[in-house]
């Protein structure tokens, strides 16, 4: 069983900087990830997909976000990163990274428990 676990959300003032962090672990399997991403969800709001990174490195950003976070990746940890920088208010949410996990040709998705993000103005 793939398990995620989040960390680093918290309060934060505009203009200001979090740095999330998600580490990907199975015991007594060796994972092979592929996909990462980090999506968020404001109250009364769906949930929309914020940054991508391909397990190439390739990366995707919500017209948002682009030039204020950054998504990064360390394959050696199994570890996925969104570094958030020049926030703001409308970024507050619950943000959710999902990996995807390949076994075999197959891939599947699991999610993080989510994170809280808020933003004072």
């Known amino acids: 069983q793939v398990q995620l676990v989040e960390s680093g959300g918290g309060l934060v003032q505009a203009g200001g900087s979090l740095r999330l962090s998600c580490a990907a672990s199975a015991s007594g399997s060796i994972l092979t990830i592929n996909d990462m991403g980090w999506y968020r969800q404001a109250p009364g709001k769906q949930r929309e997909l914020v940054a991508f990174i391909s397990s190439g490195g390739d990366t995707n950003y919500a017209d948002s976000v682009k030039g204020r976070f950054t998504i990064s990746r360390d394959n050696a940890k199994n570890t996925g990163y969104l570094q958030m920088n020049s926030l703001k208010p409308e970024d507050t949410a619950v943000y959710y990274c999902?990996?995807?996990?390949?076994?075999?040709?197959?891939?599947?998705?699991?999610w993080g428990q989510g994170t809280q993000v808020t933003v004072s103005s």
């Open positions: 999902k990996v995807v996990v390949l076994v075999g040709v197959n891939g599947y998705d699991y």
